[in-house]
Structures are given as structure tokens and as C-alpha cells.
């Protein structure tokens, strides 16, 4: 149950990108080759920046044309906004490529990683071409498969785009690039100027980051539309409202002392932003809210103090001067407690205790989600704080399963590659301790994870080069490990599944086979989580 932590844990396509955007200088555009966006284009690139999109600084500036290299990172960093399993990038991806011409830094890197997904090709059987700039039929194509590999079907808005291309009224394009150029086109993402649609022109910078940032857009709209049911998207309405937070003002109503041995108490504001935090996490798990002891509050802000002043431990030594009847207060809230130090506030200490890395138990997650829960008291004093979570709560008639990342819509910013995934199925119904079990984990893009008591296996489908077997990562997915700790709910089942997606818009699949039932019988259990 305790911690150190030292960070925290924790309407589309309706503007289209036309060929004339930002081409007739405005007051206040920055010159050619800037490398500062001009006016007009300065909000957009700074939330492509805010979401991911926009990952590199321009070569020779934001006016100047877009390269091959350039776009490329775009691209890839769209995929991943739509869901794609892009994974994380390396300095030296560019290695298990055939190009000659790829080298380390942003252009090598995703160049590599486009290739890899299928979204680009090379212009020869050993060259890339990084450096060259690339046509605006080329970015239809290009985006066109950034939609095809995400799932989206861009609705199509435009009359006229097929009959004008049979026509030939747009000159000759070639069979490689019709559906693409139909695709964008028809969906209003890409417009010309005047009659025209301007195939063969450049694209600057901050024009083609505009368009990128619509896609987003539209694509993510798609996504919502065909991923999340009403009820799933009114619930995600409801977490982003909740985790929708105004840091407290002020943290002591009565500063507490170490030197003095004073406990203190703390703002109301405080508490109730420590609260909030703790009923997010639960309203994620599909748990009920809990409230705030003032008797509790008490007893962990003694704990809060014991901690500051002593040992980091849920059973301190009494430290010097500190007085009997606050040490053995002290002591009763850190031995029920989950403890941390190094936190700014409660909010980001009960998102590290739900993220709980490094804690083999995951106690202090399962102690926060324990169906029985209903009161809690917290402590803070500096940057030491506890949770008084142990409570003799008799068991409830809880749900089969808690899970975490858990059952339906779950936060992709609460979960990593090093997370944890636990399960606690309800000990009324089902035997853990005697369950020999197998664990396959499954995304919508094609990686799929097998997880054994001592045996791992995952693969992923790369559209760019095929179905590949992958090694583990480097940490420990050797298998599943079954915690028989009484935390809060009971025994629960920890894994980390390798090589699955984990960008927003991934969907899931758990399946948990051989899992012993009480009364006689084996069971298999299929949840799935939902990621936004």
C-alpha cells in the first residue's frame, strides 16, 4: 500500500484545406522560411502540437513546401491519434528498412515507421527520397491510407468527384492515386483553387498541418460514431467532466509542524480535490462513489505527519519528541493506509496509487477499487500523504469482475506499455488461488498477446510488411501471476500483455481461460476495454 512518487501518474471535417490558404500574405505573416507559423495558421499548429500531430520542427520553415520526410511524421502521428498501433519509435528504426537513403533523426525515424505501416512507399526499391517535396495528389493518397488503416470511412460530401476524374477535366491521374484523390476530395478535406484541383501543386508546411489537423478531426469523429454506443459515449462525457479539474488554492487550515509535532488539518478544497480523485478512479472501475470521514480525515493526517517526520513505512518507528497518543494515531492510519511521498497534492497521489508501478501487489490500486468501500480519510503533510482505505467492511455482493484497465471506456492516458493489468473476480464465485490459467489479450488492429503461468507470445499484423512475431519488451511479460494478498477485494490476477495497442480508439478484448469455479468446474471469462 505505499509509494514514492515523483511525477504524476496518471465536429469533423467541416473546414477544408484549399490550395489558396495562407498563399496571399496577411498582416502579421511571417516571411518565407520562418520558422514561426504565420497568423492565420498559429492556433492550428499549436494544437497539432497539443495533440500529437505535429512532432518535428519544419527543415526550412513553416512557408516553405512540405517534404516526403517531413509529411511522413505527420502521417504516422495521425495514425497514432486514430488509434493505429504505431508503438513507440526508435532512433534507429530506420535500420530494417531497404532504404539507403534513411539516416537517424525525425526524417530516418518515421520515414521507417510509415513505410513499416503501409502509409508510404519508396520512390525506388532502395530510396525514400526524405528530402523531396511531395504533390498534393500524393498527400490525397497518403491520407487516404491513414484513414484505411485506422478503420475510418471519411463520409463523402463533395458531389461530382468520380464523373470530374473520368472526365479527365484534372488531367491524367494515375490508377495508384484515383481512390486516394476521390477519397479526399469527395470527403471536402482537400479543395483546389477556382475550378481546380491543383494535383500537381506543393503543399507548404502549416497548409499541410491544417489539413492534417481536419482529418484528426474527421477521422475521430468516425471513430466515435462507429467504436462507442450512446450510453459509452455519454459515459466518456462524464469522465472527461470529472477528470476536468481547478488545482486547490490552498492546501493547510491549520499548517501542520514537524518540528513542532502539530498534525494540522487541511482545506476543505483540498480534501474534496483528494476525493474527486479517489470517486474518478472508482466512477472509471463502474464502482460506487465514496465520501470523506472527518474521523478518518483526522486519523490520516496524524499518519501524514508520522510519515514526514520518520520513517516512510506502514509500521514507523516512534520518531523523537513526537508524543505518545499522536504517534499511536499516527501509527493506526499508516498501517490502514495506502502512503506515498513526493506528491503535489491528493489528486496526483491517487493516480499514482491507481497506476501503482512498481508495486508487485498492486495493493494500493485494490484497496481504491474494493467494492465495499464507502468511507475514506485523508492526509497531507509535506508532500507525505495517505488514504485510510482499511476499514472492516464486511463483503459485499459485488460485480464478478473488477478490472483495471477496466470493463468498457477506460482513459488511454491511464495506461502504458509498463501498466500492470489487473483482475480481481469475485471470491464468492470463483476459486483463483486454484486456477491454472491462460491469458489472450486482442486488439482491433490485428496484435494479439498470449499470456501463460510462465510462457508469453504476441504478434502483430504490420500492413507495410506483414504478420511478425515480436520479442518481448524490455520488462517482465513473462506471464500471469496470481496475487493471493486480501487487498481490498480479494485475489486478483496480474498481467502485462506485450505489444498490443494502446492508442486512444483501440478496442480490446480480454480473455481469461481456466478459471477455477467454487463450486466445481472451470469457467472463461471475456471483458473488453474500450480506450479514448
Same mark, same amino acid.
Given at each position: 500500500?505505499?509509494?514514492?512518487?515523483?511525477?504524476?501518474?496518471?465536429?469533423?471535417?467541416?473546414?477544408?484545406?484549399?490550395? $489558396?490558404?495562407?498563399?496571399?500574405?496577411?498582416?502579421?505573416?511571417?516571411?518565407?522560411?520562418?520558422?514561426?507559423?504565420? @497568423?492565420?495558421?498559429?492556433?492550428?499548429?499549436?494544437?497539432?502540437?497539443?495533440?500529437?500531430?505535429?512532432?518535428?520542427?519544419?527543415?526550412?520553415?513553416?512557408?516553405?513546401?512540405?517534404? /516526403?520526410?517531413?509529411?511522413?511524421?505527420?502521417?504516422?502521428?495521425?495514425?497514432?491519434?486514430?488509434?493505429?498501433?504505431?508503438?513507440?519509435?526508435?532512433?534507429?528504426?530506420?535500420?530494417?528498412?531497404?532504404?539507403?537513403?534513411?539516416?537517424?533523426?525525425?526524417?530516418?525515424?518515421?520515414?521507417?515507421?510509415?513505410?513499416?505501416?503501409?502509409?508510404?512507399?519508396?520512390?525506388?526499391?532502395?530510396?525514400?527520397?526524405?528530402?523531396?517535396?511531395?504533390?498534393?495528389?500524393?498527400?490525397? !493518397?497518403?491520407?487516404?491510407?491513414?484513414?484505411?488503416?485506422?478503420? =475510418?470511412?471519411?463520409?463523402?460530401? =463533395?458531389?461530382?468527384?468520380?464523373? /470530374?476524374?473520368?472526365?479527365?477535366?484534372?488531367?491524367?491521374?494515375?490508377?495508384?492515386?484515383?481512390?486516394?484523390?476521390?477519397?479526399?476530395?469527395?470527403?471536402?478535406?482537400?479543395?483546389?483553387?477556382?475550378?481546380?484541383?491543383?494535383?500537381?501543386?506543393?503543399?507548404?508546411?502549416?497548409?499541410?498541418?491544417?489539413?492534417?489537423?481536419?482529418?484528426?478531426?474527421?477521422?475521430?469523429?468516425?471513430?466515435?460514431?462507429?467504436?462507442?454506443?450512446?450510453?459509452?459515449?455519454?459515459?466518456?462525457?462524464?469522465?472527461?467532466?470529472?477528470?476536468?479539474?481547478?488545482?486547490?488554492?490552498?492546501?493547510?487550515?491549520?499548517?501542520?509542524?514537524?518540528?513542532?509535532?502539530?498534525?494540522?488539518?487541511?482545506?476543505?478544497?483540498? +480534501?474534496?480535490?483528494?476525493?474527486?480523485?479517489?470517486?474518478? !478512479? /472508482?466512477?472509471?472501475?463502474?464502482?460506487?462513489?465514496?465520501?470523506?470521514?472527518?474521523?478518518?480525515?483526522?486519523?490520516?493526517?496524524?499518519?501524514?505527519?508520522?510519515?514526514?517526520?520518520?520513517?516512510?513505512?506502514?509500521?514507523?518507528?516512534?520518531?523523537?519528541?513526537?508524543?505518545?497518543?499522536?504517534?499511536?494515531?499516527?501509527?493506526?492510519?499508516?498501517?490502514?493506509?495506502?502512503?506515498?511521498?513526493?506528491?503535489?497534492?491528493?489528486?496526483?497521489?491517487?493516480?499514482?496509487?491507481?497506476?501503482?508501478?512498481?508495486? @508487485?501487489?498492486?495493493?494500493?490500486?485494490?484497496?481504491?477499487?474494493?467494492?465495499?468501500?464507502?468511507?475514506?480519510?485523508?492526509?497531507?503533510?509535506?508532500?507525505?500523504?495517505?488514504?485510510?482505505?482499511?476499514?472492516?467492511?464486511?463483503?459485499?455482493?459485488?460485480?464478478?469482475?473488477?478490472?483495471?484497465?477496466?470493463?468498457?471506456?477506460?482513459?488511454?492516458?491511464? =495506461?502504458?506499455?509498463?501498466?500492470?493489468?489487473?483482475?480481481?473476480?469475485?471470491?464468492?464465485?470463483?476459486? =483463483?488461488?486454484?486456477?491454472?490459467?491462460?491469458?489472450?489479450?486482442?486488439?482491433?488492429?490485428?496484435?494479439?498477446?498470449?499470456?501463460?503461468?510462465?510462457?508469453?507470445?504476441?504478434?502483430?499484423?504490420?500492413?507495410?510488411?506483414?504478420?511478425?512475431? +515480436?520479442?518481448?519488451?524490455?520488462?517482465?511479460?513473462?506471464?500471469?501471476?496470481?496475487?493471493?494478498?486480501?487487498?481490498?477485494?480479494?485475489?486478483?490476477?496480474?498481467?502485462?500483455?506485450?505489444?498490443?495497442?494502446?492508442?486512444?480508439? $483501440?478496442?480490446?478484448?480480454?480473455?481469461?481461460?481456466?478459471?477455477?469455479?467454487?463450486?466445481?468446474?472451470?469457467?472463461?471469462?471475456?471483458?473488453?476495454?474500450?480506450?479514448?
Amino acid at each position: 500500500m505505499k509509494g514514492r512518487g515523483i511525477g504524476t501518474r496518471i465536429a469533423a471535417g467541416a473546414v477544408a484545406l484549399s490550395l $489558396t490558404m495562407g498563399l496571399t500574405a496577411a498582416p502579421g505573416a511571417m516571411a518565407a522560411g520562418s520558422n514561426q507559423p504565420s @497568423s492565420w495558421a498559429a492556433a492550428e499548429v499549436e494544437r497539432a502540437r497539443e495533440a500529437g500531430l505535429l512532432d518535428f520542427n519544419p527543415h526550412s520553415g513553416y512557408q516553405e513546401n512540405i517534404t /516526403r520526410g517531413e509529411f511522413a511524421a505527420l502521417a504516422v502521428q495521425l495514425a497514432r491519434t486514430l488509434g493505429c498501433p504505431v508503438g513507440e519509435l526508435r532512433y534507429d528504426d530506420w535500420q530494417g528498412t531497404p532504404f539507403t537513403d534513411l539516416t537517424e533523426g525525425t526524417d530516418g525515424v518515421y520515414s521507417a515507421a510509415a513505410w513499416r505501416l503501409g502509409l508510404m512507399k519508396g520512390v525506388s526499391d532502395t530510396e525514400f527520397a526524405p528530402g523531396r517535396t511531395i504533390t498534393r495528389m500524393e498527400i490525397c !493518397v497518403l491520407l487516404s491510407r491513414v484513414m484505411d488503416v485506422c478503420g =475510418v470511412t471519411l463520409p463523402q460530401t =463533395v458531389p461530382g468527384v468520380a464523373e /470530374r476524374i473520368a472526365s479527365g477535366a484534372e488531367g491524367t491521374i494515375p490508377d495508384w492515386a484515383e481512390e486516394g484523390v476521390e477519397d479526399l476530395v469527395g470527403s471536402g478535406l482537400m479543395q483546389g483553387s477556382g475550378e481546380s484541383w491543383q494535383l500537381s501543386a506543393y503543399t507548404t508546411v502549416e497548409q499541410a498541418v491544417l489539413l492534417a489537423v481536419r482529418a484528426m478531426d474527421a477521422g475521430q469523429e468516425e471513430l466515435k460514431e462507429s467504436i462507442f454506443t450512446p450510453a459509452e459515449r455519454e459515459k466518456i462525457a462524464q469522465l472527461r467532466a470529472m477528470a476536468s479539474r481547478t488545482a486547490p488554492s490552498s492546501v493547510y487550515a491549520s499548517v501542520p509542524s514537524v518540528e513542532a509535532m502539530e498534525q494540522g488539518s487541511l482545506t476543505e478544497e483540498f +480534501l474534496q480535490d483528494g476525493l474527486n480523485a479517489v470517486n474518478y !478512479v /472508482r466512477a472509471i472501475a463502474g464502482l460506487s462513489p465514496v465520501s470523506l470521514s472527518q474521523e478518518k480525515n483526522d486519523l490520516a493526517q496524524a499518519g501524514a505527519l508520522l510519515l514526514a517526520a520518520g520513517e516512510f513505512s506502514h509500521t514507523p518507528s516512534q520518531p523523537a519528541g513526537m508524543p505518545d497518543d499522536l504517534y499511536k494515531k499516527g501509527y493506526q492510519a499508516t498501517s490502514t493506509s495506502n502512503i506515498g511521498q513526493g506528491y503535489q497534492d491528493l489528486w496526483e497521489f491517487t493516480l499514482s496509487c491507481a497506476n501503482d508501478n512498481g508495486v @508487485s501487489s498492486l495493493g494500493h490500486r485494490r484497496w481504491l477499487l474494493a467494492p465495499g468501500l464507502t468511507t475514506i480519510g485523508m492526509g497531507y503533510v509535506e508532500r507525505s500523504a495517505t488514504t485510510v482505505v482499511v476499514d472492516g467492511f464486511a463483503g459485499t455482493n459485488g460485480p464478478d469482475l473488477v478490472t483495471w484497465p477496466s470493463e468498457g471506456v477506460f482513459p488511454a492516458g491511464l =495506461v502504458d506499455r509498463y501498466t500492470v493489468w489487473s483482475c480481481t473476480p469475485n471470491p464468492d464465485k470463483y476459486d =483463483v488461488s486454484g486456477s491454472s490459467l491462460t491469458i489472450t489479450v486482442t486488439d482491433n488492429h490485428g496484435g494479439r498477446c498470449v499470456l501463460g503461468e510462465s510462457t508469453s507470445a504476441s504478434s502483430r499484423l504490420f500492413p507495410g510488411v506483414g504478420l511478425i512475431w +515480436l520479442p518481448p519488451m524490455d520488462q517482465d511479460t513473462s506471464g500471469v501471476t496470481v496475487e493471493a494478498g486480501n487487498y481490498g477485494g480479494g485475489p486478483a490476477i496480474l498481467f502485462t500483455p506485450s505489444q498490443v495497442s494502446l492508442e486512444p480508439f $483501440t478496442v480490446l478484448t480480454v480473455e481469461i481461460a481456466g478459471l477455477k469455479l467454487v463450486g466445481g468446474g472451470t469457467d472463461t471469462i471475456t471483458y473488453t476495454v474500450k480506450l479514448f
